[in-house]
């Protein structure tokens, strides 16, 4: 089941997905590559080609079956259960994160939280009891965590990294700006801001339209 | 100048700045093209290829020298100078990246800040008095803003986006889930961490270890 696939892909699945649970909530039963297309901004060949590489969907001329192909895409991005995340880093990113209602409501749900800072360790958050560093692997062990957002400095992030994934971790949603050394099999994503910023101001200076 | 340079190229030249920092800051004076692979976990022959795109660079046998391929990096990525940014949008994400010290000390500067909440408008961020969103137009054209931070809800961004790009902005760091319609000249990055956790959970459960 795991040929390649590419990046681009994967994050139009996940539009796809968001279309087709709006496009449920409005009361459609069927939706067309076209219609698709429309509302992820790309091509119907484009949607046939995404869906082609898990199997095959929709009839010829009749398009897709709504509540059928969002059950598939929630499969497909595995979003039709619950991650157990902890969050290891609790200063202004972490806590915006842990107060972001989209985390749960698509089943990421936090099961702990982390922070070396002794003035944070103790503090309640929702239900929730900050924890120490040391806390790590035995939180891991014991709540089944899956998932680490790591918004930590990038001195501290490659030693949490290690440990976490030593641990049971199976993936991490990284916010420091290094490159995690982590194990083939263990996906990373970064979110690195400052570089994104970078993508635009490389593409209006190349673009050279000055004023 | 505008041949079309992948996403990917882009990241890397921002991971090469990086480490060519590090490394004027360690004293060095050359690099060779495996010290930079090296160090953003690519290979040589990428690093070359990836700087082949904008002229030609270092000696053979002699590598680059740190200083001047640091130099020219920041003119490619636009960093040599300082970037004016507004940030739409005050609530928890928004604040955050208020505080976020990297944005400021790689040259983007937040010159404004606007809320939509009454409760919110007037408050002082630092040097900064929260604005309403009347004012955008005003504040894109008075104080010369270029990009746009856009951390609204979904509803409201489409529109904020149409409005900033109007006055004269001319990239948006987009945190708003969804896509933005906005002319091809304008550079839109979208920072999407739900699909950044669907990512992972899409590469988990592909790679189907389950336990």
Chains 1, 2 share one sequence.
Not at 160 to 165: D, F, K, L, M
Not at 168 to 179: D, E, M, Q, T, Y
Request: aromatic residues 6%.
């Amino acid at each position: 089941m795991t040929r390649r696939i590419p990046a681009s892909t994967i994050r139009r699945l996940s539009h796809y997905l968001r279309s087709l649970e709006d496009l449920g909530r409005e009361g459609g039963e069927t939706v067309s590559s076209e219609e698709l297309a429309n509302r992820g901004q790309t091509t119907a060949a484009q949607v046939r080609k995404d869906l082609s590489h898990f199997g095959s969907f929709g009839k010829r001329g009749l398009g897709y079956r709504i509540d059928e192909l969002r059950e598939r895409l929630r499969q497909i991005l595995g979003v039709d259960r619950v991650w157990k995340v902890a969050l290891v880093g609790a200063g202004r990113i972490g806590s915006a994160l842990f107060e972001y209602p989209a985390f749960e409501s698509r089943g990421y749900e936090c099961v702990a939280i982390v922070d070396s800072d002794p003035q944070k360790i103790g503090a309640r958050w929702g239900e929730l009891t900050v924890q120490g560093p040391d806390e790590i692997e035995r939180l891991v062990a014991e709540l089944g965590v899956e998932l680490v957002i790591l918004a930590v400095p990038a001195q501290a992030a490659q030693d949490i990294a290690t440990r976490v994934v030593r641990a049971g971790v199976k993936g991490i949603l990284n916010f420091a700006p290094i490159r995690l050394k982590v194990p083939p099999t263990v996906p990373v994503e970064d979110v690195n801001l400052v570089m994104q910023l970078e993508a635009l101001s490389f593409a209006i200076t190349q673009h050279g339209s000055g004023a």
